[in-house]
């Protein structure tokens, strides 16, 4: 028999086999135990989040509710409530026989519909029609034309009218009484109205706001057929002195079609019931509570994840996220979805879903068997939810509290950790193929250092060092190699040492730009500049200097002055070009684009006639400085080939040094520095000067102590 196949393979094959083989079946098992362990801890943990976020939201809403009950049956105990419900059934009684005249009776229907109905329009599907609104009883109408339509308060502020133009009723004496403490009342607690009922007649007494439920019966007038009607016969015919009942949000036409619930407790004079206290609160309260102030994000619910309510008809009692997030693709979507046309109508009309979209899915259902729980079902989206559901119930309320989340974003960091995992383990594998092969080459690797160094030296990185591995002839070499590589290195410090120097140097006679044209070639560096400002100045005197004190210290003041004017230039950013004997020629502008190159060089020039003046004043000596400054276009160029300095041609130097040599210990100027400077110096005129060539110059003196 011939040899076997991993007989065949070489060592280095037979190393990166059995790597392989380890990595992938140690990576699998790991990876498999890793995500089935993931997957439980992270659907645990949305599961908790969303059960955590439930009781939290239901615990604050039975809150709520507690607290609304202890003011409603303190309120309908008070002596206040009692005392004025009393006042205002026997007053509201003497109205009875009062008819309003042809002209009030039309001002009341055009206040319904001129000002009601239009307003009440924008939250209804459809026209509201005058005759379901319009009160019949003369009572009725006539109270309100009093307190509605003769009211020149807008709708929402009805409430402001303490005193109507009644006749002798006694109603509106009652009103002075009690309408300031009860509107202060429900200010106060913020409630959206505070209303009196009769227990006999079931006529609406009193309300703090006058809207059009105000003086109707709940029992034959227009809102006889709203939940807040039904509560109160339930309430009238139980006759519990302690008895309490929150009334479900409804869409309530007197609040111009927005959803109010109410709180209601029975009014008893001694043992006799006489009235029915009525709270009426928004459901935009417990929107607030269930959404958050709508943050659900800072409440840990993502990007899809809400809480919501939904009442016992099964439509929702509180806002939709993703209505108010974008109202334009939740409508949209409403409609792809097939949802009846006039439902989404009524929905985009009043920009809520409250009391309007319906709930039916297995979270509500069970909620309202009274189970609580967790699943994963479709929502009113149609979309994969994750959903917690529970019921929250106090008397004679009952709704079911549901918290969801899209099912894809609760599950994301599962399949982050799945791909994860994934890319952690081909990661492994390949590492492992490496590890096999670098192992192969083991042997090899001493060789490879050296040759990757011999490479690195002949691109120029003289700073390469091998570290030395036991002591075998691998490691010889590479210390012979090492001694090599150190001695390179030090030749090539010392010649970029000596780079430097002559750079440094090289930019002490010449200009920036100078240099870098000599050092692309162009050993001349001629290169015409269109617009500087250049100084010549000449110092006078040093001939007398002379004559009483030696050379030798002559010399060393005139270098102790140009160390000083070159100090003063590298201050003020003007730039010295050459100095002979008693000549310092600068320029601005020409190294280094400046557009203040003019006032720069002025500036210069009056520092530097301070620094003679101070050198006189100091050694008692009686030097002058004569300066010429000129502004515009310039020849620069480099002078000689093995000893070489800067300098600059052109008219706008010669003139400049004209000036500077005219005998005139000043600072002279040109008629272009005068023209362009003149807003911003004091100068005075100076006598013509005449150069060959190019007949009389006019010139200025510039002034140093006015500037």
Known sequence: MGPSLLSRLGIQSKLLLAMLLLTLLS???????????????????????????????????????????????????????VDSTLAFRQSFAATRNQRLAPDQLQRLRQFYQEQFLPELAKTRVGTPVLEQYLPEGPAEQWLQYFYLADNQNPYNQKRNLVSAPLESTGYDAVHQQYHPRLLRASQLFQFDDILLVDAETLDILYTVEKQTEFATNLDTGPYSNTLLAAGVKKMIKARDRDDFKIVDFEPYAPALGLGEGFALSPIFDGPKLIGILVLQFPSSKFTEVITGNFGWEKEGLGKTGECYLVGPDYTFRSRSRFMVEDPKAFVAELRSRGINKSIVDQIEKQQSVVNVLEMRNDSVRNAFQGKEGIHETIDYRGQPVLSSYGSLELDSLRWAVIAEIDSEEAFRPIRDYARSAIMLGSGLVLGSSLLAIGLAHLLSRPLRRLTEGARRIGRGDTSVRIPVVGTDEYAEVTEVFNEMAGSLRAQTKQLEARIQENQELLLNILPEPAVAMRRDGDEKATKQFADVSVLMAEIGGLEALGEKMDESRTMSLLGDLVTVFDEVAERVGVEKVRTIGAS???????????????????????????????????????????????????????????????????????????????????ILVTKDVYEKTKDLFSYQPASPMEVPGKGSLAHWQFDPTAN
Not at 585 to 596: E, F, M, N
């Open 584 to 666: 310092y020629l600068a320029v601005c502008g020409l190294s280094i684009h400046r557009p203040d190159h003019l006032n720069r060089i002025l500036q210069f020039a009056k520092e530097i006639t301070e620094v003679v003046n101070r050198v006189n004043r100091e050694h008692q000596t009686q030097l002058t400085i004569g300066i010429g400054v000129n502004t515009g276009p310039v020849v620069g160029g480099v002078v000689g080939r093995r000893k070489f300095l800067y300098d600059l041609w052109g008219d706008t130097v010669n003139l400049a040094s004209r000036l500077a040599r005219s005998g005139t210990p000043a």
């Open 27 to 81: 990576v699998g098992t790991m990876g498999a135990l890793g995500y089935r362990s993931a997957r439980a801890t992270l659907r645990e943990g949305a599961l908790k989040q969303l059960e955590a976020v439930r009781h939290a939201k239901s615990s604050a809403l039975r809150a709520m509710l507690t607290a609304l009950r202890n003011q409603v049956q303190a309120l309908s105990d008070s002596q206040i409530v």
